[in-house]
């Protein structure tokens, strides 16, 4: 009997390791599918439009004439709307993350933790809502600028919508530092804000990183908020009170209507292609510094 319930321990063992490796390489495959089909597409479009025209130019401009597609608005806009909510976000949730780690009374922390996390459950249409009657309007009357749709407007709303992300992340990084380090730190005489932020923030450095990343990868990433917040002109902005389009909001907005297989289609197709490769850098960056941390504190 004992020798029967062994055997069958062995065989359901046996069975989710193979499930989980299964599950593992469909994933990949997937994943690998999506960049094939990207990159496939981009070969067509890549065909009638020269390279060097899609990288250098500075229009985009589909419908017109001359047919001018040049990723290079759509990069400095997503790069600036990104670039605005990490500016924003960044100290905010390495400083929350410390307080909520190291400083908040349980009561709060048990408060403030789930009501951080719920903003991740909010859905990115009703944060653009938000920018449109809220904070784009603010934004016009703070600046005396007669449209407040703008990359600063998606960057605040970015910031918001990341913000969940890097904090939980670095209260993780931050709390997997050793306790002995500060036990050390504060045996020697420095203070707790000298030890928080000489001792155990920079030993929480790989997993802090890792959190900005991933942050970052979440802000290049979203389509309905930008889409609805920035004001969607596809020209290369001079800062961020200017209206831009990002990349996902450009896809969002002109899949729907492109002709199947013109030179328009074959055109999102390349731009996704790129977006899929930085986003895909930024994470396997942030999945680097991730492990550094695992391998630091094992």
Not at 47 to 75: C, H, M, R
Not at 197 to 203: D, E, G, L, N, R
Not at 252 to 265: C, F, S
Request: charged share 15%; glycine share 8%.
């Amino acid at each position: 009997m004992r020798d029967s319930n062994i055997r069958r321990r062995e065989r359901i063992d046996t069975f989710f390791k193979y499930l989980f490796e299964v599950t593992g390489y469909v994933t990949i495959a997937l994943l690998g599918g999506i960049f094939f089909m990207l990159v496939y597409n981009s070969v067509s479009f890549f065909a009638e439009i020269s390279p060097v025209d899609f990288f250098t130019g500075n229009q985009w401009e589909p419908e017109s004439s001359e047919g001018k597609y040049s990723i290079v608005p759509l990069v400095i806009s997503t790069g600036l709307v990104a670039l605005g909510s990490m500016i924003i976000a960044v100290p905010l949730g390495i400083l929350c993350a410390v307080y909520l780690a190291e400083l908040a009374p349980t009561r709060v922390r048990n408060i403030l933790k789930p009501a951080i996390e719920m903003l991740a459950a909010i859905p990115s249409v009703a944060i653009g809502f938000l920018g449109i009657v809220l904070v784009g309007p603010g934004i016009a009357k703070l600046f005396g600028i007669q449209n407040g749709l703008n990359a600063l407007n998606g960057s605040v709303l970015l910031a918001v919508m990341a913000l969940p992300t890097i904090i939980t992340i670095c209260e993780d990084a931050i709390n997997a530092v050793p306790k002995t380090y500060k036990e050390a730190s504060l045996a020697l005489g420095a203070d707790t804000w000298k030890t928080l932020f000489k001792v155990i923030v920079p030993a929480a450095a790989p997993g802090i990183i890792a959190a900005v990343m991933l942050g970052l990868g979440r802000a290049l990433g979203e389509t309905m908020t930008v889409l609805m917040a920035t004001g969607n002109a596809s020209a290369i902005p001079c800062g961020f009170l200017d209206s831009v389009r990002t990349i996902t909001a450009t896809i969002a907005i002109e899949m729907g209507e492109v002709p199947y297989k013109t030179t328009h289609y074959f055109a999102l197709f390349a731009i996704a292609a790129v977006l899929f490769i930085i986003t895909l850098v930024i994470n396997l960056i942030g999945e680097y510094f991730a492990n550094r941390r695992r391998r630091f504190h094992a």
